[in-house]
């Protein structure tokens, strides 16, 4: 079963109790309250490094602030839900309060949370997760409460890409987003509360050997933020190596179209339909982490690269979208997105309205968009052709509609990219002796033969190319674009 955390686990020890031999008049108000907790006990659920523990089944909660509706925390649920699905735990029970905003110490009211804790007993659940990010005061509150782990979104989600990275850059870039989210949750309990003293301690005597010293949580903190640092430099490298293969890209005019979309929109799938790959496809959400790259032939010869990368999701956790900016970056600077939407979705709607949150994020809310309804094969199609007509209406743009797994609509799909991608050709004619026949093939691999007539030396062309194949048989041409243009050259812009 998958383990809903990113810790690790720590040899039981028995608790030192540094407050031993105060009175309660001594004690500051941190000191009491950790006295008084039940839940440090050994084997107690406790957040942060030093536990593991497997969650099998859990307990959900939403919360309905003002401005959302009951549909939209139910929805929200049923994605968690989902959530938990991939991440291999199982939901229970769910529980929603409706508040004016959360409470600062347990999220929801005192009365719900004792309501939570009954409920969570009945059903044996491990563990509670909140639909919302919690802060760490809130989760620990709420642990001495409840008596069992309490997860938030965004360390599910974690948890999902922690499973699904397979690259070196991609589990780097979960490993940075789980420590950012774990190093505020740190806390020491058992060994943790100890200290670190050089010399003769018990004596008294020694250098360091007086004073506080230094505890284990200060030093579980110094080497997580030594890895943190250690991990942006990596993943500045393997950006770096991005850019210098995207600027080999673009000295070579090759055009890229990047797929987007919420999660399991179907993305893989379109891929591999429209350039005969064999990415791995899965029914699961975040099956797909690491960037991938292929070549899509167009009609009228050019070639570009199709990127498919991570899926979007609502409430995608801050430390994830910073931990990726250099994946998510492709998209700010594809020549289009191919924006794909679950078609068959009940709430397709809402998740463009996501996707554009968190293009707008990463500042690729300027990049030329294509809307894509995918999986038209499994929709209703008076509910799909209702949809289409609210989305065209709403948005001001036209969709493509089409089926990843039967085929259907993608041809269109090809078109429509070639029709949305920015074009700067010549049109030119030239001779070609028979000998470099090889520009002709080029010619028609790799742009658009308008006319072409064959004579006793060679073969005559007139054609639509890009600027790399024209300065390749710049010495068989009749007139060259690139000096001083006659009237009756045509630079071709669209």
């Known amino acids: ?46 957040e942060g490094v030093d536990i ?11 919360v309905q602030l003002p401005g959302r509706t009951t549909a939209d925390v139910e929805a929200s649920l049923d994605e968690l839900t989902s959530l938990l699905d991939t991440a291999g735990a199982e939901v229970v029970d769910r529980v929603i309060q409706r508040r004016d905003a959360p409470d600062t110490a347990t999220y929801l009211g005192r009365g719900k949370v004792d309501e939570l804790r009954d409920l969570v007993a009945a059903h044996g659940a491990d563990a509670v997760v909140f639909d919302d990010d919690l802060a760490p005061a809130q989760q620990r509150t709420l642990e001495e409460i409840i008596r069992q782990k309490v997860l938030d979104r965004t360390i599910v989600i974690l948890d999902i890409f922690a499973q699904h990275a397979t690259s070196k850059e991609g589990k780097a870039q979960v490993e940075l987003a789980q420590l950012t989210y774990l190093l505020p949750r740190l806390r020491g309990w058992g060994t943790a509360l100890s200290r670190q003293a050089g010399g003769r301690v018990a004596g008294g005597a020694g250098i360091g050997g007086r004073g506080p010293g230094e505890t284990q949580l200060e030093v579980d903190r110094r080497r997580i933020m030594r890895r943190v640092a250690k991990l942006r430099r990596d993943l500045k490298e393997f950006a770096r190596i991005r850019r ?14 990047a797929l987007v979309g919420y999660t399991n929109a179907g993305k893989s799938s379109l891929l ?25 032939p167009l009609p009228d010869g050019r070639r570009v690269v199709v990127t498919d990368t991570v899926g979007f999701v609502r409430k995608l956790p801050h430390g994830l979208v910073e931990a990726f900016t250099s994946t998510l970056e492709q998209s700010a600077e594809a020549d289009l997105l191919l924006h794909v939407v679950d078609a068959a979705h009940p709430e397709a709607e809402a998740q463009i309205m996501a996707v554009q949150e968190v293009l707008e994020e990463i500042g690729a809310d300027d990049v030329p968009q294509q809307l894509v309804f995918n999986k038209i094969d499994q929709a209703d199609p008076d509910e799909l052709e209702a949809l289409v007509r609210r989305v065209e209406g709403d948005l001001d743009a036209q969709v493509v509609q089409v089926s990843a797994w039967t085929g259907q609509g993608v041809d ?83």
Not at 52 to 62: L, N, P, Q, W, Y
Request: aromatic share 4%; hydrophobic share 35%.
């Open 52 to 62: 593991i523990r497997r969650v099998e089944s859990a307990v959900i909660v939403g």
């Open 412 to 494: 269109e799909l090809i078109d429509r990219v070639g029709e949305r991608l920015p074009v700067d050709r010549y049109q030119i004619e030239a001779h070609i002796p028979y000998a470099r026949q090889d520009l002709v093939a080029m010619a028609h691999r790799r742009g658009q033969v308008l006319d072409e007539e064959h004579d006793e030396t060679g073969t005559r062309l007139v054609a639509e190319l890009d600027e790399d194949v024209v300065l390749e048989m710049r010495n068989y041409l009749r007139h060259d674009p690139f000096a001083e243009p006659p009237e009756h050259w045509e630079r071709i812009e669209h």
């Open 272 to 296: 591999n339909r429209l350039t005969g790959s064999d990415v791995l496809v899965e029914d699961k959400l975040f099956a797909t982490l690491d960037a991938t790259v292929r070549r899509l």
């Open 1 to 46: 079963m998958t383990q809903l955390s990113t810790s690790r686990s720590t040899p039981t020890t028995e608790t030192t109790d540094l407050t031993d031999g105060l009175t309660d008049a001594q004690l500051t108000r941190a000191e009491e309250r950790r006295r008084r907790r039940e839940v440090i006990e050994d084997g107690a659920p406790r």
């Open 244 to 257: 210098t293969k995207s600027a080999e890209r673009d000295r070579k005019s090759v055009q890229t179209v």
